[in-house]
């Protein structure tokens, strides 16, 4: 059976997530920055959208120059708490398409890569629909769009949803990836940064194609056994290393838009208890208990607020997370005016239930 690894990235997520949110930015060139609080303009840009970038304005560089590349653009502040509520309903979905739990892996707050292998068959056209499926139920879901790509390992599924940005799907069989390589310059290789990038133009090693075909002693002897043997395996496509969950990411949240934007406790709190029967859904699914539930409060001049509490030891009942959610959220309209616009919820520090644990236990 052949293995098939699909990668999905959501296209310019930060940015994408404030033009859904007021769609009047759509259109517009909008700035996402990481401020540092040294002086106005202090900090870096955090992401930006294809409007943006046709000014130049890209992730990494500093939001004074930003300014300065376009002073007509939106800039706006990371909003971290707002975008990861909606990742963690991204990745839900992302975690439905899997083989298994353990066959998901998420990189990063707006990427993840899941195994498909079992669930397709090893069928790439099967995959391919796969990927259509996932498109469209985030579209759906979260008005947003990503890019999809698929391949028969992480490397080629990682440099494949590249290839198409925005709203692209790329398949890469087996079968496909020299052609799909060969021609590129190494710095394009998933792993390879500018200083290896430099090292084998140095080497006169310019495409993926010649890295592919290199003697692996010299390139052993320029970059060490350990990583002279992986730049060759990667330039051949070969890629062994699993989709596995990393270690400290683990949480399950959900956000909603209320009805209409409100300050009224008995409006809002049906709501929660809907997300919070999703939230206890899931943990039942994973079989896991809880210990951090937040509060997460979007106020209607598009705000991000949160309210935490931590238990003393770690619960997977409803009845407990309602209570919890219920105190923050009548804390936080005492002691706020404004109104809110959506609403979310978000358990963490997830712990494995032991066996004794009865389903009961749940409810």
Request: include cysteine.
């Amino acid at each position: 059976m052949l293995r098939i690894v699909v990668h999905v990235d959501m296209d310019y997520f930060y940015a994408a997530v404030e033009e859904r949110e007021d769609p009047s930015l759509r259109g517009r060139p909008v700035v996402v920055c990481m401020y540092s609080g040294r002086g106005e303009h202090g900090g870096s840009v955090s992401t930006s959208n294809y409007t943006a970038r046709k000014y130049g304005i890209k992730s990494g560089i500093p939001c004074s120059r930003a300014i300065k590349l376009n002073p007509d653009a939106v800039f706006l502040p990371v909003r971290k708490e707002f975008y990861t509520e909606v990742s963690d309903s991204i990745m839900e979905i992302l975690r439905s398409h899997a083989d298994s739990d353990e066959s998901f892996e998420q990189i990063s707050i707006d990427e993840a890569f899941i195994e498909v292998t079992e669930n397709c068959n090893g069928d790439f056209e099967c995959a391919r629909k796969m990927g259509e499926d996932i498109k469209q139920t985030i579209l759906e879901k979260e008005q947003l769009t990503c890019s999809v790509g698929i391949g028969p390992n992480k490397l080629i599924a990682k440099m494949a949803s590249s290839e198409n940005k925005p709203d692209g799907l790329t398949v890469i069989s087996k079968n496909d990836i020299s052609s799909f390589l060969k021609d590129r310059s190494p710095s394009q290789l998933w792993g390879v940064g500018d200083v290896t990038a430099g090292s084998l133009e140095q080497m006169d090693i310019n495409t993926v194609g010649q890295l592919a075909s290199s003697d692996i002693v010299s390139l052993i002897d320029a970059f060490g056994k350990k990583k002279g043997s992986w730049l060759k395996k990667a330039a051949q496509g070969i890629d062994d290393s699993p989709v596995r969950q990393r270690e400290g990411t683990e949480q399950i949240g959900r956000i909603a838009t209320l009805p209409e934007n409100s300050s009224d406790h008995d409006l809002i709190m049906p709501v929660l208890d809907n997300l919070a029967d999703d939230v206890i859904r899931k943990t039942i699914e994973r079989g896991v208990s809880f210990r951090q539930v937040t509060l997460i409060v979007i106020t209607s001049d598009f705000k991000t607020q949160t309210r935490n509490h931590t238990l003393q030891r770690a619960v997977a009942g409803k009845e407990i997370l309602r209570t919890n959610l219920d105190k923050l959220l009548t804390n936080f309209l005492g002691e706020n005016k404004s109104t809110i616009r959506r609403i979310g919820v978000r358990v963490a520090g997830l712990q494995e239930v032991s066996s004794q644990t009865t389903l009961a236990s749940y409810f």
